[in-house]
């Protein structure tokens, strides 16, 4: 009996190679368009999931932006209940605060200031208003917990704001009204604008109560202040979780794909905003059904030649071509780049792909010399960009996004003593410990993708103390992720910035005390002229003094003896001496804070030595805090002038810096056995003049006296000293007179500065 099997086999392996090819390339194109067909199923059923989870990933982005405004929010108010304006009420100064701080953001609507009643007491945009009915206001002044505001039109700009509040409490913990500030609700809607969303996404923000704030894009369906369709807010208000994804119907009637979020202040507080984005079903998923469709035609059309190119290839003698083919193509999988498929026999298609064959593998071959190229620019590239990072001055350190360390430049490892092998590849907090507080800011950083400088952060070496300006720098692209970290050195910058801030502070002072001065010396002059007019009229050898008396039948001689009797005179001259060092005091003072002319002069030492003592024994800060007027000064002068070539203003202050010095280390020490004492001391030398301050304090140590004239170097408490008196006085002695200084000093055995300056000015 025959096989109807082996017949029907027999019968399919007779027929010729085109119509077996045909067979063949149908049954193997037949598997590839089922799974096409399934692929682009399966791709529509991801781009709908892609499109919810866009939704969700926006809607998520909407509440972090959110949450950055209310920090931003929160932060502003609390940095401006800080302020005296706002501490002391002084109402005045809050409106010109709040409205400077309007005019440089313009996404503000109002700054203002409320009593407990709720009455507008200072605000940056008149008029002030009862704001006692407002809902931000009721919750703060219930709850004692910054409040944030429902869908309303300002007062005084009639456009949709929403309100941040910060309550105050006084003294005793009572709330005493708020600080609040509003912003404008169309800057939603130019960041919305600004982002890159599908054209088919709406965006809605509503109020605890369903009223829309923000509407995006603009529709006359979807006015501002209105309520929310209701089947989507009822839906929404609801729900048991505050994050929903769901499909409804839009007030057009188009069936929606919707995200939402509630957003809370406070996990236990009740929502205070909801963000809402819908996409229409029909215009998310246009471009899947386009897919879709795309590939249920490509999958025929992939049949149909594959059957026709079956068919062309059975009529051909396809033999050799292959054989041909095939072991070129195993010596390229094996790694010989050389190897080609022979294309001078066999059908045109076979010689074809053999050309293309050969075709690709050169182009493999001269690609892959490309690549191996490439390598090598690469690693050049790579030599060159660590080149660049270990000669810049600022210290680098690179991490990847899990915080680990993946670079280390020169100047980082010297600025933290850390060698590269111990750091790399370790947790940045463990590695560097100066980075341990700032892993925040780092995430911050990384997190919205955007650098972010972190300024004068103290770093303490040894025992000195740095100012480090940190800057983040997130890196993503390619896949990878992680932060540039950059440290700058700024701390004589900040220290110049202080000097000048100091040096502007003590012009004005200067100013100030010429201006004292000047009217000082009014009433002073008239004290003077008065107790000189007094003294005349009392002298008895005057003739008008004779005639006055003798009208009156007065005794001159017995009015004398009773002012001498009861010391009227001894007072009256006491007035005229106190007066005339008064006068003397305050031409001292103006001379000393009228602005050097840096013109050199011939001058005396003597003469610059008794005014600055002179200019001492009248300084407040001496008086207060170190009793100069209990200090023995010696003076030791040479009988004739020492003149010198100088600016006496300069040299002046030089001396009184040194003084001070002075009294401030007798007035640190104890003094049992021995009188607090400073020694002035003037030579004159051959080509100079010679001018010694000496104490019997307490001395100092060879560490100290080598630093006295370092900038900002100081031995006094923090608050009493800049460390810049000895510094500036060696810059004046030095640099501006071309004289020199030394400090000589013992532990327990006093001070002693000496300064020599040339008795002429070089030419």
């Given at each position: 009996m025959v096989n109807p099997a082996r017949t029907m086999s027999g019968r399919l392996f007779s027929r010729s190679v085109a119509t077996l090819l045909v067979a063949v390339a149908l049954l193997a194109a037949l598997p590839a368009t089922?799974?096409?067909?399934?692929?682009?199923?399966?791709?529509?059923?991801?781009?709908?999931?892609?499109?919810?989870?866009?939704?969700?990933?926006?809607?998520?982005?909407?509440?972090?932006?959110?949450?950055?405004?209310?920090?931003?929010?929160?932060?502003?108010?609390?940095?401006?209940?800080?302020?005296?304006?706002?501490?002391?009420?002084?109402?005045?100064?809050?409106?010109?605060?709040?409205?400077?701080?309007?005019?440089?953001?313009?996404?503000?609507?109002?700054?203002?200031?409320?009593?407990?009643?709720?009455?507008?007491?200072?605000?940056?945009?008149?008029?002030?208003?009862?704001?006692?009915?407002?809902?931000?206001?009721?919750?703060?002044?219930?709850?004692?917990?910054?409040?944030?505001?429902?869908?309303?039109?300002?007062?005084?700009?009639?456009?949709?704001?929403?309100?941040?509040?910060?309550?105050?409490?006084?003294?005793?913990?009572?709330?005493?009204?708020?600080?609040?500030?509003?912003?404008?609700?169309?800057?939603?809607?130019?960041?919305?604008?600004?982002?890159?969303?599908?054209?088919?996404?709406?965006?809605?923000?509503?109020?605890?109560?369903?009223?829309?704030?923000?509407?995006?894009?603009?529709?006359?369906?979807?006015?501002?202040?209105?309520?929310?369709?209701?089947?989507?807010?009822?839906?929404?208000?609801?729900?048991?979780?505050?994050?929903?994804?769901?499909?409804?119907?839009?007030?057009?009637?188009?069936?929606?794909?919707?995200?939402?979020?509630?957003?809370?202040?406070?996990?236990?507080?009740?929502?205070?905003?909801?963000?809402i984005l819908s996409s229409a079903r029909d215009e998310a998923f246009a471009e899947a059904d386009l897919l879709l469709r795309r590939g249920l035609i490509l999958a025929a059309v992939a049949v149909l030649l594959a059957l026709a190119l079956g068919r062309l290839a059975g009529r051909a003698a396809i033999g050799r071509g292959i054989e041909s083919l095939d072991r070129a193509a195993a010596a390229l999988a094996g790694g010989d780049l050389s190897a080609r498929a022979a294309v001078d026999g066999g059908a045109a298609e076979v010689r074809r792909l053999g050309e293309s064959f050969n075709t690709m593998a050169g182009t493999i071959e001269i690609r892959q010399q490309e690549l191996a190229n490439a390598a090598k620019a690469m690693e050049k590239l790579r030599g060159q960009l660590s080149n660049i990072l270990e000669s810049m001055p600022s210290a680098i350190i690179g991490l990847d996004a899990a915080g680990r360390v993946t670079h280390l430049n020169a100047q980082a490892a010297t600025l933290f003593g850390l060698s590269?092998?111990?750091?790399?590849?370790?947790?940045?907090?463990?590695?560097?410990?100066?980075?341990?507080?700032?892993?925040?800011?780092?995430?911050?950083?990384?997190?919205?993708?955007?650098?972010?400088?972190?300024?004068?952060?103290?770093?303490?070496?040894?025992?000195?103390?740095?100012?480090?300006?940190?800057?983040?720098?997130?890196?993503?692209?390619?896949?990878?992720?992680?932060?540039?970290?950059?440290?700058?050195?700024?701390?004589?910058?900040?220290?110049?910035?202080?000097?000048?801030?100091?040096?502007?502070?003590?012009?004005?002072?200067?100013?100030?005390?010429?201006?004292?001065?000047?009217?000082?010396?009014?009433?002073?002059?008239?004290?003077?002229?008065?107790?000189?007019?007094?003294?005349?009229?009392?002298?008895?050898?005057?003739?008008?003094?004779?005639?006055?008396?003798?009208?009156?039948?007065l005794d001159l001689a017995d009015v004398r003896a009773y002012l001498e009797a009861r010391k009227v005179l001894k007072f009256l001259a006491g007035i005229r001496e106190a007066g005339l060092r008064a006068a003397s005091i305050v031409a001292s003072m103006l001379e000393f804070s009228r602005q050097s002319d840096s013109r050199h002069v011939q001058a005396d030492l003597r003469a610059m030595a008794d005014k600055s003592l002179s200019l001492a024994e009248s300084d407040y800060d001496l008086k207060k805090r170190y009793d100069f007027k209990h200090i023995t000064i010696e003076r030791d002068y040479p009988d004739k002038p020492v003149t010198v070539s100088c600016a006496p203003t300069e040299i002046e202050q030089v001396l009184l810096n040194l003084l001070k010095n002075a009294a401030h280390a007798l007035a640190g020490a104890a003094h049992e056995n021995k009188t607090p004492t400073i020694t002035v001391r003037v030579r004159a030398l051959p080509e100079a003049g010679e001018i010694v301050v000496a104490d019997n304090g307490p001395g100092m140590d060879e560490a100290t006296r080598a630093r006295v004239f370092e900038p900002f170097f100081t031995t006094k408490p923090a608050g009493e000293g800049t460390g810049l008196g000895l510094s500036v006085s060696y810059f004046i002695i030095v640099n501006n007179h071309g004289g020199g200084v030394r400090m000589d000093a013992e532990p327990g055995a006093g001070t002693r500065c000496t300064i020599t300056l040339p008795r002429r000015e070089k030419a």
């Open positions: 089922l799974a096409f067909i399934w692929t682009s199923i399966e791709a529509r059923g991801r781009a709908e999931a892609e499109v919810t989870a866009d939704l969700v990933t926006l809607t998520r982005s909407l509440a972090a932006v959110q949450e950055a405004i209310n920090r931003q929010a929160l932060g502003m108010l609390e940095t401006l209940r800080a302020t005296r304006s706002v501490t002391n009420r002084e109402l005045d100064s809050a409106n010109r605060l709040f409205a400077a701080i309007l005019a440089g953001r313009p996404e503000l609507s109002n700054i203002f200031l409320t009593d407990a009643a709720g009455r507008v007491i200072a605000s940056g945009v008149k008029p002030f208003a009862d704001l006692s009915d407002r809902k931000y206001f009721r919750d703060a002044a219930a709850s004692k917990q910054p409040g944030i505001g429902e869908f309303i039109l300002g007062r005084a700009t009639g456009k949709p704001i929403l309100v941040y509040a910060l309550p105050l409490l006084d003294d005793h913990d009572e709330f005493s009204g708020i600080l609040a500030l509003a912003y404008f609700l169309d800057g939603y809607e130019r960041f919305v604008a600004g982002l890159d969303m599908p054209p088919h996404v709406r965006v809605t923000l509503l109020d605890p109560s369903g009223r829309r704030m923000v509407a995006y894009p603009p529709n006359p369906i979807y006015p501002l202040g209105e309520p929310a369709f209701a089947p989507i807010w009822d839906h929404v208000r609801d729900a048991a979780s505050d994050a929903l994804t769901f499909t409804s119907a839009r007030p057009t009637g188009q069936v929606a794909l919707l995200s939402s979020l509630r957003l809370r202040q406070f996990p236990d507080a009740p929502p205070y905003m909801t963000i590269r092998e111990t750091v790399m590849g370790r947790e940045a907090a463990l590695a560097v410990p100066f980075l341990a507080g700032h892993m925040d800011a780092m995430e911050d950083a990384l997190r919205q993708r955007r650098s972010l400088l972190l300024e004068r952060m103290p770093l303490r070496r040894g025992d000195d103390d740095r100012l480090m300006n940190m800057l983040f720098y997130p890196l993503v692209a390619n896949g990878a992720e992680g932060v540039v970290i950059r440290l700058d050195d700024v701390t004589e910058r900040e220290r110049l910035r202080e000097l000048m801030i100091q040096t502007e502070k003590m012009m004005s002072v200067g100013g100030l005390a010429a201006g004292m001065a000047h009217e000082i010396n009014n009433p002073l002059g008239s004290i003077l002229q008065a107790a000189q007019v007094v003294e005349l009229q009392l002298d008895p050898a005057l003739p008008a003094n004779q005639e006055a008396a003798r009208k009156l039948g």
